[in-house]
């Protein structure tokens, strides 16, 4: 009606968001915000508490291996990381291909050190992500969200964060 072309291009940002998971989480494990913050406030003697972690040797937990969730399992073999998937939709095999195991959302979620969402927002998936799952990980553990905001209950989220719970998020 008012000529507004609405297209959908499954996949057409696959790569960017691949790339943009490991930038995520590369800026949690070297604390890059809080390090950033610190320099531009002439607070140089702080460097000690922003050390931080490599992502190698590390567990990568990905949920979601459509498009964007297989890129970011096959970057994580690149950067050294252990591999768990969760995808109702995908066969294991899929994932002992990759060099990865198949395993629940609990498992994944006890056993992961950083959690990556890849999964679409709906009737299945809203809220995936609450206090229950957010209390299976482990307190230096990060959850990165790329898929959309209410795949992850913020609301049982901040506390997590607030209290330390867990280590980040982004």
Known sequence: EHKVWVTNMPGSNAVAVAELTFGQMIALARHSLHADSAVKANRWSDYRRFTGTELAGKTLGV?????IGARVALRARAFEMALL????????????AIGGRWVGLD???RESDFITL???LNNETRHMVAERQLSLMKKSACLVNLARGGVVDEEALYPCLADKRIAAAA
């Open 85 to 96: 998937v969760c995808d109702p939709y995908i066969p294991p095999s899929h994932v002992t």
């Open 63 to 67: 949920v979601g291996m459509g498009n």
């Open 107 to 109: 498992e994944l979620f």
């Open 118 to 120: 890849h999964c679409p």
